[in-house]
């Protein structure tokens, strides 16, 4: 066994497996930018309390699975961000980004970090890729973010995925709530949890999103949120599932739908997969207009996102086969030395090609023209270009397509169109 290994709950990212990370994310970057959103890239730790007052104080992402530290001078707890909302939040406060528009439309791609259990689909080390849209949440807002995280789904070509939805009401609609629960939850205290009797008094919302298998039945006959929601609570949800019935996004109610932080409020949702079996969720998101003014904001700001996780989100592409012909680029040309003395002629002539924006690769290990051969079929380059003393005599170089074992003779200046014309090609393919 080597001496150092990768550390538990993280992952080596070999070529084969970033061609396909860089395909999604050149999805989402299109489609981010087809609806309007810009990237913004925010620091990957903050102060703690950023997510102890965004996040909450019960959640199970502050309470259990954040990777917290002290090495500020001042003796102020920092955290790795184990979301990413908190955060863009907290910069568009920060930089008072709202000054200079009432709406921003932001996405990111980023890695996060949680102390969870590793397992398929869930590192201690992981990805996520989401978009927040600021300074507005009405039902259009709602729909419009919703949509445009369907629309990477339906871009990548991913099937049989449920988008559940729910309303969480707002304030009072839920201060109500909380009350029923507490009055359900408080007679049946002996028999919940440790986790679910800290929440039973701080915020019993966070009872109904246990996985404890026996409190599940318990859970099943609690009231409902949508018995206390508000005539405008029930018209702002019902106009969010107009939206999208009028786009065609198929929908499942789930009013046990509470998400797993505790800044969401009205429109919820999440997206699954049953092929990734217990843990099943791909994304979700939903508004959060409390956020900021929690954050220290002197003022509401309005806001709806989403995130998607990039692990679980590439198993059930896998699962669907959809990275048949997602791969590394192949090289269109090796560059075979056949005398080692002509390889700084050689070299040149990768240069003049790569200059002209052609894929080349060369051997560097000084190794025989039949493993210089070996080598460019197992990386399946397109063609081999050998340089020799007959090209270095006559200037005119061997071109080989290992296709089709077709071999030309070509000048340097018809090698670089032919070939330049082929890179084109390539690029112009899916």
Known sequence: MPQYQAVKGTRDIFPEEVARWKYVEGVVDAQASLYGF???????????ELFQRGIGSTTDIVGKEMFTFQPDPKGRSLTLRPEMTAGVMRAAIQNNLLASAPVHKLYYMGELFRKERPQAGRQRQFSQFGAELLGVSSPAAVAEVITLMMEVFRSLGLQRLKLRINSLGDADDRLRYRVALQNYFSPFADILDDASKERLEKNPLRILDSKNPALQELIAGAPKLYEYLSEASVQDFEKVLFYLKERTIAFDIDHRLVRGLDYYCNTAFEVTSSELGAQDAIGGGGR?????????????????????????????????????????????????VQQQELADHALQMVCRLRNASIKTEIDLAARSMKAQMREANRIKASYALFVGATELTTGLYSLKNLATSEQTMLTLEALLELLGESAAGMQLQP
Do not use: N
């Open 288 to 336: 959060y207009d409390g956020l900021a003014r929690e954050l220290g904001s002197s003022t509401d700001v309005p806001a709806v996102g989403f995130a998607v996780g990039m692990e679980r989100l590439l198993m059930t592409m896998e699962k669907q086969a959809l990275f048949d012909v997602v791969a590394p680029q192949a090289p269109l040309v090796y560059v075979v």
């Open 38 to 48: 810009s990237e913004i890239r925010i620091p990957v730790f903050e102060y703690t």
